[in-house]
């Protein structure tokens, strides 16, 4: 059965359809979950309890559909209200903002490269309320951008038909989605493309092996990829998205950066919290409360400026990329691709400052393991390792000292 039919299959059994929402209500949506998912962030990240339900809510929530192309029965919402809908969700809990990053990164990928049909019928899943995980990093190969993974023709099969072999790690999202884009070499060695397989395929391993010192409910663990077997109409490019002037790598980017900002903003929220009803004051202050203290004001203020800072940057840069898109020229991705870079730096400084200073202006009783802060310190030390910040600031650097523009790949 080809994707088109088994679209039209779908629609004429009044498949269920998640809610498409409007800009406001997306934000209103995000800013509710966000509290739900707070109350139990420290417990889910003490004991490693993957959000299951969750995320279950948020899928029906309709927030996962909310850039589906309104051609198709979707939102198509701008890229600031996305971000702004990633920073919310991860002031509640980062772990679960992460894990529908690739989500969105791939409903972008169909919107870059994938067939009418193939539009049709992955989009239907994504209002239907399906998930996607992916399949793209692998470990143990020279750097982020070597893929060994590949498709095969299936000899037995004939045309048309490929068998999928590969191992796949840091899959984020991949444990709990219903689709599994997989980033793959056609034939050994040549272009990359997407192999979309469902995570229930013959073939297709998840393993929950991510042990990471933060981030630790994301589910970020291997995929293995066994002789899978793949038609036509279920691979997509994905090295032609960077033959031209592109977005893709800025809106994966901005959507880390946001995550990023949502940590800081939270770290910073529970360490005023904390010295407002736990902290006591230190006797040279004499002040009756720790909130008084002049130095702990001082701390504060001053990280909220960053803080602020950096929520700002990752506005402006959401706001790029809705720029180039409306007008997609070498200069305006360009444009974009710096303004997240700028964004990126500086909610990798924001969310770790933050998350290390609330134990400066909370004080001792704050290191107590019970309370569990220090888990602020470490998700923003796991996820702002997915690109170095340095690396950010050089393509900045060489913007500003020789006009030029970064390299149009997806790490920008």
């Not at 039919?5 to 929402?21: F, K, Q, Y």
């Not at 529908?100 to 049709?120: D, G, I, K, T």
């Not at 997989?182 to 395929?201: I, M, S």
């Not at 663990?221 to 032609?240: I, K, M, N, Q, W």
Request: proline share 4%.
């Amino acid at each position: 059965m080809t994707v088109l039919e088994t679209s039209d299959r779908a629609r004429r059994s009044g498949a269920t359809r998640v809610p498409v929402l409007s800009s406001e209500e997306a934000i209103r949506e995000a800013a509710v979950l966000a509290r739900e998912y707070a109350a139990g962030a420290a417990e889910r990240d003490r004991h490693r309890i993957i959000p299951v339900e969750e995320t279950a809510r948020l899928a029906a929530s309709g927030l996962l559909a909310i850039t589906v192309p309104a051609s198709y029965g979707g939102a198509d919402l701008p890229v600031a209200v996305v971000a702004e809908v990633f920073r919310l969700l991860a002031a509640g809990d980062p772990n679960i903002a992460q894990i529908p990053h690739s989500h969105f990164v791939y409903v972008n990928a169909l919107r870059e490269q994938a067939s009418a049909e193939q539009q049709e019928f992955f989009f239907g899943e994504v209002l239907a309320g399906k998930r996607f995980g992916n399949a793209q990093s692998e470990v143990g190969t020279k750097h982020v951008r070597d893929i060994r993974t590949s498709l095969v023709p299936d000899a037995v099969a004939g045309d048309g038909r490929w068998r999928l072999n590969g191992l796949k790690g840091y899959a984020t999202g991949a444990l709990l989605a219903d689709w599994i884009p997989v980033l793959t070499h056609k034939y050994v060695d040549g272009p990359l493309h997407v192999a979309w397989v469902e995570r229930t395929a013959p073939g297709v391993t998840v393993v929950d092996d991510w042990d990471g010192l933060g981030q630790r409910t994301t589910a970020s663990g291997s995929v293995r990829l066994e002789d899978v077997a793949v038609a036509d109409d279920r691979v997509t490019p994905y090295h032609l998205t960077f033959e031209r002037p592109q977005t893709y790598g800025a809106f994966a980017q901005v959507l880390h950066a946001a995550i990023d900002a949502g940590i800081a903003r939270e770290a910073l929220t529970e360490a005023a919290t904390f010295v407002r009803t736990k902290s006591r004051p230190y006797p040279d202050a004499g002040v009756e409360r720790a909130a008084e203290d002049p130095l702990v004001v001082q701390a504060l203020g001053e990280v909220e400026v960053h803080v602020r800072g950096s929520e700002a940057l990752v506005r402006e840069a959401a706001a790029l990329v809705d720029v180039a898109n409306a007008d997609l020229t070498e200069e305006t991705a360009g444009a974009a691709s710096l303004a997240v870079a700028a964004a990126r730096a500086a909610t990798t400084q924001a969310a770790l400052s933050a998350a290390s200073r609330l134990f400066e202006v909370a004080g001792t009783r704050s290191a107590l393991a019970a309370l569990n802060l220090d888990r602020h310190w470490r998700n923003a030390r796991t996820h702002t390792l997915h690109d170095p910040a340095a690396w950010k600031v050089q393509h900045l650097g060489r913007w500003v000292a020789d006009g030029v523009l970064p390299p149009n790949h997806g790490q920008l």
